[in-house]
């Protein structure tokens, strides 16, 4: 793995037994010797500390206004920026020219700059498409000097109080930056397992001795690649490259959601955005297909690629991702289909080995999600 890149917190991973595994150009901990199953359930039950650090961080400061650099991000993405009060952050959606999804991403008004977090096999994409669409609007600061640190889980609030005790007051998709002995932390209630916690962008400098505050405290434990897989299927989340591509458009993608009323035809600042012809047509007549939660009925988990087919035999779709939910105690899977297949409760067939099997298509997330409004 010596092409790999490694995370500021590498020697900690190395010293709690991380296995380490090449992961969007680095090297990762896949798993603690806790296994992945112990640590989704961990995740679910107290707190979960993950290392995040390979994701991309961007800080957009406008030349001119907020308001102007706000109109220039909606103009990548079909998404209400403006909507969005400082102190707040949103998901945002890149989009092609085709209506395809670029990449997926987090965005933050701190009220005199946007904070972007982009996946990390991405970040080199999303940083030239801003620097290429918004270098009259913004100054492009990508980060390079911090770390970020997701905690998950119910009692994340209760163990970074005891660190951090504004957090308390944090809602759901509330930002903050806060000055701490570990420097000043960015922190958003947010994150991607379904639980209620937070993300805290770090001073690299500091990030070890943060890290090892967190984990010295009762129910935190840390917790590798795998489970952050299986908790976010479980959350029925999209995985870019997997779930979302440049094939696949929001709307196919089950992502309506995060098209707010303002960029929908007869909003306020409809359209505008790469790919409005086929995204608007989507959201006005339906896909032809659609992304949708699929529970095989027997005990073998269906991962990405498994083929779809109707009762008669007639292809309709693949999986796109899949695996054994530690939560619900079955497999669980995500894929499209059809739009004609797509109702939940409709059963279809998986071919795997050679053999088609049942599947229903259910409602996502198969696991209740609990944040905090």
């Known amino acids: 793995m010596t092409d790999l890149l490694r995370l500021p917190l590498h020697g900690l991973h190395l010293e709690l037994g ?50 102007s650099l706000g109109l220039a991000l909606e103009r990548l993405m079909p998404v209400d920026v403006l909507g969005v009060a400082p102190g707040r952050q949103r998901y945002g959606i890149f989009t092609s020219e085709t209506g395809g999804i670029l990449d997926d991403l987090m965005f933050a008004n701190r009220g005199t700059d946007y904070l972007l977090v982009v996946n990390a096999a991405r970040k080199a994409h999303d940083f030239a498409h801003l620097t290429r669409h918004l270098a009259d ?19 994340a ?71 952050r897989d299986s908790l976010r299927l479980e959350a029925g989340l999209c995985l870019y490259g997997h779930d979302i591509d440049e094939t696949t458009s929001p709307v196919e993608a089950g ?69 054994f939910a530690p939560s619900v105690q079955a497999p669980v899977a995500m894929g499209y289909v059809a739009s004609a297949f797509a109702a939940p409760r409709t059963g279809i067939e998986a071919e795997l080995r050679g053999k088609k099997l049942p599947v229903v298509v259910a409602a996502t997330p198969f696991h209740p999600t609990h944040y905090k409004r």
């Open 18 to 67: 991380g296995k380490m595994v090449p992961f969007a150009g680095y090297e990762m901990p896949v798993q603690y010797p806790a296994g992945v199953m112990a640590e989704h359930l961990h995740v679910r039950a107290a707190a979960g500390l993950f290392d995040v650090s390979h994701m991309g961080q961007v800080v957009l400061r406008p030349k001119g206004s907020m308001e």
């Open 137 to 155: 609007e913004a100054e492009i600061d990508i980060q390079t000097g911090r770390a970020l640190l997701a905690l998950q889980g119910p009692a």
């Open 157 to 227: 609030e209760s163990v970074l109080a005891v660190l951090v005790p504004d957090v308390t007051a944090m809602q759901f998709m509330d930002v903050a930056s806060v000055p701490t002995v570990f420097g000043e932390l960015w922190i958003s209630r947010s994150g991607y397992t379904g639980e209620d916690g937070f993300e805290i962008s770090v001073p690299e400098a500091a990030v070890p001795d943060f890290a090892r505050a967190l984990l010295a405290l009762d129910g935190v434990a840390p917790i590798g690649l795998g489970a």
């Open 255 to 323: 992502l309506g959601w995060a098209i707010q009323k303002a960029r929908r035809a007869g909003g306020a600042r409809a359209g505008g955005f790469p790919g409005e012809t086929r995204i608007l047509a989507e959201l006005a007549e339906g896909p032809s297909r659609k992304r949708v939660g699929l529970r095989p009925e027997g005990r073998a988990p269906m991962r990405e690629g498994v083929e779809l087919f109707a009762t008669d035999g007639t292809p309709i779709g693949a999986i796109t991702s899949g695996g």
